[in-house]
């Protein structure tokens, strides 16, 4: 043998080659990508000064708690704690949990920090991820996005159910969502409920064998959740089941007509739903839920409710509190399927150069543009003109800046409007105030800073 091929491993098996691994997105998780996060900006934005007008402030959370909070919170019996959470041991050995949902750390921030000392009620909103381990569906991710508001304090008079309910409302108009529809219900509270669950519970057991087997196991452990069905089979023995509202205490009945009216004053319209309820026992009296077109059965874009109960079950004082959450990913979706979402968006401004000269201008000008708030492509490196004038049209730029020896010489600089391939001369000087004046006329919700 050869020593050429003794360094070879002459006899042996060639090794597989490795290959290269390709890395995706986890099930149930995906990328936001331009132009489609314009869209979640958009709603993001008209969220923020919605509620702001409301007088409720951004609060931010982290991202996992501790998991006890939301065994709590949620109930150790829900799928959400038993099934879906996302947990883990710290090194500590402490039980980590990503947040399946938001109104659990609202209320532990509200208490941990001294909130309740505050003029009252406390007004909060906050916007980020969820996680829930669900089997993933259309609008339905294991990392989902939901925009949360929370009164916390307080009384529970009407006209607060009322105002947040309305304010969601103004939102879902600002944003031209359609085909929005509100119910609303009274679930009673630990006075009066407990004795509907058992009446509902008995009549659920006279029917029990006609069920599937989850409303089977609901009937012992929530009856409530039964309500929630959407199984075609089962909705008429539904349907036949006692109502909330013939079992609520005085106390219940006439908060709920107050809420009735103060969202008629407001012009808010309504349909009640008595089928509407919250399977966990801090909810009490008004609850709510919006849905909207384009969504299919899964057409529920947010859900809210009273829920005066939480705050002692985490170790506070009783504490009034009432809030909602809407669904994002789900709103987006329905915003798109409806058309809502904004076009693309290209540049206002391709600048093209050539020469060092030009260059140095070139950059000054684009920090000018650009601090006057319009969007700006400036290459890297000199191009011939026709080649730059390409790159501008596949950027779905409206304008180029021309900019070589004789427009740095001169002091007038060349404008070219792509779409009709016009061109003039501007001093640069003028050119900012120019440029703002066509924007306004294109966009009206542009505004110069």
Request: glycine share 8%; aromatic share 8%; with cysteine.
């Amino acid at each position: 043998m050869s020593e050429a091929a003794a360094k070879k491993g002459f006899g042996e098996k060639p090794q597989p080659k490795e290959e290269r691994r390709k890395f995706q997105a986890i099930k149930g998780t995906r990328d936001l990508l331009p132009p489609e996060t314009a869209l979640w900006h958009r709603v993001e934005q008209i969220a923020q000064e919605v509620f702001a007008s409301y007088g409720f402030g951004e609060i931010r959370l982290p991202i996992f708690e501790t998991t006890d909070l939301f065994a709590r919170s949620i109930g150790l019996e829900t799928d959400v704690v038993s099934k879906e959470m996302y947990s883990f041991e710290d090194r500590d050995e402490t039980s980590i949990s990503l947040r399946p949902e938001a109104t659990a750390s609202v209320s532990r921030a509200y208490l941990e920090n001294g909130m309740q000392q505050l003029p009252q009620p406390v007004k909060l909103y906050t916007i980020g991820p969820m996680f829930r381990r669900e089997r993933p569906q259309k609008g339905r991710y294991r990392q989902f996005y939901q925009i949360d508001a929370e009164v916390l304090g307080g009384s529970d008079a009407p006209a607060i159910d009322a105002e947040l309910i309305e304010m969601v409302m103004k939102f879902f108009e600002r944003l031209g969502l359609e085909g929005v529809q509100l119910d609303i219900n009274c679930i009673g509270d630990k006075k009066c409920r407990p004795i509907y669950v058992e009446r509902l519970r008995a009549e659920l057991r006279k029917v029990k064998d006609r069920l599937g087997p989850d409303s089977q196991r609901r009937i012992e452990t929530n009856p409530l959740r039964v309500l929630d069905s959407k199984l075609e089979n089962e909705q008429k023995l539904i349907e036949g089941m006692p109502h909330i509202a013939e079992h609520l205490c005085e106390e219940c009945a006439e908060n709920y007509r107050g809420v009735k009216k103060e969202l008629e004053l407001r012009g808010v319209k309504y349909r009640e739903n008595w089928r509407l309820v919250r399977g966990l026992d801090y909810y009490s009296r008004a609850t709510f839920e919006i849905t909207a077109k384009g969504l299919g059965s899964q057409n529920a874009v947010c859900g809210g409710g009273r829920y005066d109960g939480l705050m002692e079950l985490l170790g506070g004082p009783p504490t009034r509190a009432t809030g909602f959450a809407i669904g994002e990913d789900r709103l987006i979706l329905s915003l798109q399927e409806a058309g809502k979402a904004p076009a693309p968006q290209g540049r206002d401004v391709y600048i093209a150069w050539m020469g060092e000269k030009a260059y140095a201008t070139a950059i000054r000008a684009a920090e000018n543009l650009r601090a006057a708030g319009l969007r700006i492509e400036l290459p890297p490196a000199e191009q011939k003109f026709g080649k730059a004038l390409g790159q501008a049209d596949k950027l779905r730029a409206r304008y180029a800046l021309i900019l070589g020896d004789n427009e740095v010489a001169s002091g007038q600089w060349t404008l070219k409007t792509l779409a009709t391939g016009e061109q003039i001369k501007l001093a640069e000087s003028h050119l900012v105030d120019f440029l703002k004046g066509e924007k306004a006329k294109a966009d009206p919700s542009h505004r110069s800073g």
